[in-house]
């Protein structure tokens, strides 16, 4: 089975991992380099040498939370997020310096988990985005919950006898087995009723 406590790696297809820290972390290897999808902050440089990875090229987010960019900072790739949450990642600094954002903290979105510092962006992913990396095929959806702007991203390896094979990561709204990392986020006003 697979292992479920934290800071391991976990081979779901042919250099398609999973790391399993603070949250789930994506990792697609090609020989020495990566690309990441979400990145916590236990997720650093040497831990990835344990598979080989020299370097890291492009790191996917799913959100603007804390728990799944806290690592960012730790590489030089290039750093992708959701388009609409664009603001979270390079205004970060400007959200906080709000005395709204750090002492009324009753809304939840974007919350107390939004980024410390800013993360500049390489580009913007949204529905309908794709690209190939390496032998990978990764597809964008929109998938609004844990925040507003949230996407998830398809990964399919196309070198598969067997056809292509796939796996969703989709930030930490589902992780280990089918478990709900925190209910509370996904409730949001939807309108009054007549």
């Known amino acids: 089975g697979m292992e479920l406590h934290p800071f391991h790696f976990t081979e779901l297809l042919p250099g398609l991992f999973v790391y399993r820290g603070a949250v789930n ?47 960012v900072y730790a590489f030089s790739a290039a750093v992708y997020a959701p388009l609409g949450e664009q603001r979270y990642f390079e205004a970060a600094e400007a959200y906080w310096q709000d005395w709204r954002n750090r ?23 949204s529905e309908g985005s794709s690209f190939q990396w390496g032998s990978f095929t990764i597809r964008v959806l929109d998938t609004p919950g844990m925040t507003d702007g949230a996407v998830s991203y398809v990964v399919e390896l196309q070198t598969d006898p067997s056809g292509p094979r796939g796996v969703v990561f989709s930030g930490d709204v589902l992780y280990a087995a089918g478990q709900v990392w925190d209910v509370h986020s996904l409730q949001k006003n939807t309108g009054t009723f007549s």
């Open 25 to 71: 972390t994506g990792i697609l290897k090609w020989g020495e380099r990566a690309v990441l999808i979400d990145c916590d902050d236990t997720l650093t440089p040497a831990r990835l040498e344990e598979l080989g990875i020299r370097a890291v090229e492009r790191i996917y987010c799913t959100q603007h939370r804390r728990p799944n960019t806290a690592g």
């Open 103 to 125: 002492w009324h903290l009753y809304h939840c979105r974007p919350g107390p988990l939004a980024p410390l510092k800013n993360i500049p962006l390489s580009g913007t992913v």
